[in-house]
């Protein structure tokens, strides 16, 4: 399948700062991004969804000045956490699909962790 | 909501038992995945089965669906080890409007021991 890399795999980061997360689709071009978070023990939930070149969807309860992303290329979207607090850490996950396919293809996750 | 239920939430067994999770979900859909999730990693997609098959097989793996209770099971046959990990049914958020296939809601996952 197709491959979608995602930076860093964990941080730890002081309460207050802004950390960003890359998900880059490494062999196709995608059109479409979608950010998720899980915690501890469970489910995925959909924060947002991106399309290249246009601001993102966000989920209902999900504050878009918090959580901001960027899908300026068909390869890399971004998802920055700002002024984060400890309720933050959790665990977030990319997917990425193509204009073409119908399969989402997800990234390794980012473990985050705000002290 | 459409949020699929997996049961059991946790499951212990065996190598070379079999293992079976079933995913419930509330209203109609155009198709269910499965993945798997190791622990503190990314999720793999495992298979996806559209809601006019009945039931699909890839390796060791074998899905159902049956539309009319809104079921699904996930069955891994002569189980390893390595087959350790949580387990998630997913499907398109909006299926009724022929959603994207990235844009899932997730059920809760069963989480799958496999002992040596």
């Known amino acids: 399948g197709a491959v979608v890399s995602q930076h860093p795999s964990w941080v730890i980061c002081k309460s207050g700062t802004s950390v960003k997360i890359e998900c880059r689709s490494l062999?196709?071009?995608?059109?479409?991004m979608f950010w998720y978070r899980q915690f501890p023990k469970q489910s995925l939930m959909l924060m947002a969804t991106?399309?290249?070149?246009?601001?993102?969807?966000?989920e209902q309860g999900v504050e878009k000045d918090k959580f901001l992303i960027n899908h300026a290329s068909l390869t890399l979207s971004t998802l920055t956490v700002t002024s984060a607090h400890p309720e933050d850490s959790s665990f977030y996950i990319c997917?990425?699909?193509?204009?073409?396919?119908?399969?989402?293809?997800f990234g390794q996750g980012t473990r985050l962790t705000v002290v | 909501s459409q949020q699929g239920e997996e049961d059991p939430q946790a499951l212990s067994i065996q190598e070379g038992e079999n293992a079976t999770m079933n995913c419930s979900y509330k209203?109609?859909?155009?198709?269910l995945q499965w993945y798997r999730q190791n622990s503190g990693r990314g999720l793999v997609h495992l298979i996806l089965?559209?809601?006019?098959?009945r039931e699909k097989h890839s390796g060791r793996l074998r899905v159902t669906l049956d539309t009319s209770k809104k079921s699904s099971s996930l069955l891994i046959t002569a189980s390893r080890a390595a087959d350790t990990a949580s387990y998630f049914c997913?499907?398109?958020?909006?299926?009724?409007?022929?959603?994207?296939?990235?844009?899932?809601?997730f059920g809760k996952g069963t989480k799958l021991s496999v002992k040596p």
């Open positions: 997917s990425a699909r193509s204009a073409f396919g119908t399969e989402a293809f």
């Open positions: 062999d196709f071009q995608a059109t479409t």
């Open positions: 991106s399309n290249e070149g246009s601001k993102a969807t966000y």
């Open positions: 209203t109609s859909i155009n198709n």
């Open positions: 089965i559209r809601s006019n098959e």
């Open positions: 997913a499907m398109p958020r909006d299926s009724l409007k022929g959603g994207s296939q990235g844009n899932l809601i």
